[in-house]
């Protein structure tokens, strides 16, 4: 039997691939710029590449094939007359700074899950899986980095209130365990906030922290 081909899906379909796999080399770029501090050089104002490769402190030639490939995504903007990048303020505001605005951290969950497809690949015939210490600590240090500006702007003033009465009852003093706190920065977060609680938290053995250890006495 021949099944006919609708020749305008398949060129759709086409197209959609072609944009997926661009999508996914442009995340890899963004990933790079922002690890390396470029995208923050470049908020601070407009520069041509020496300039915005001097601010972050890293080597032109590097500087300008990111740029290069961020200017072809539609992220960075260059005016040819000047020779200058600049990252659009709307830009910025997402791809910067400390809040949870930042969308870039993002970018790390494919630049850290890419280097096992190979693994997975493998254990889909042969079966037995890929242990979670495979994946770390860089999968634990990508997912700190994309829930850090959350906590740290909304938690407390914005996250905890809508529970209801769960402040109050921190306030006065509750035991409470987080089962997979990561590097235990939420934890952290509310045992600075409210020290009559006892807050413990678990995760996986040896996972790193940036802050305070994860597993807290009373009043800590």
């Not at 490769?53 to 094939?65: N, Q």
């Not at 659009?88 to 700074?97: F, K, R, S, V, Y």
């Not at 906030?193 to 922290?209: H, I, L, N």
Request: include cysteine; proline fraction near 8%; charge should be negative.
């Amino acid at each position: 039997m021949t099944t006919s081909l609708d020749e305008t899906r398949v060129a759709a379909f086409g197209e959609k691939l072609v944009g997926t796999y661009v999508g996914g080399m442009v995340t890899l770029m963004v990933d790079l710029a922002s690890r390396t501090g470029l995208l923050d050089a470049l908020a601070t104002g407009p520069g041509t590449g020496e300039e915005v490769a001097s601010r972050a402190g890293l080597v032109e030639r590097y500087v300008r094939e990111c740029l290069g490939s961020l200017v072809t995504a539609g992220i960075v903007e260059y005016d040819p007359a000047t020779r200058q990048y600049s990252l659009p303020p709307e830009h910025a505001l997402l791809l910067t700074g400390e809040g949870s605005l930042n969308l870039a951290p993002i970018s790390r969950l494919v630049t850290s899950l890419a280097p096992h497809v190979p693994d997975v690949a493998r254990v889909s015939r042969t079966g037995g899986g890929v242990p979670y210490e495979a994946f770390r600590p860089e999968f634990t240090d990508v997912m700190d980095g994309i829930s850090r500006g959350l906590m740290d702007g909304q938690l407390l003033d914005g996250i905890l209130p809508v529970t209801g009465e769960l402040p109050a009852r921190l306030a006065d003093g509750v035991r409470a365990t987080e089962i997979g706190c990561g590097t235990g920065h939420a934890l952290n977060l509310m045992a600075g906030a409210y020290p009559r609680s006892s807050f413990t938290g678990y995760d996986w053995p040896g996972t790193r922290s940036t802050g305070p250890a994860p597993r807290l006495p009373p009043g800590h």
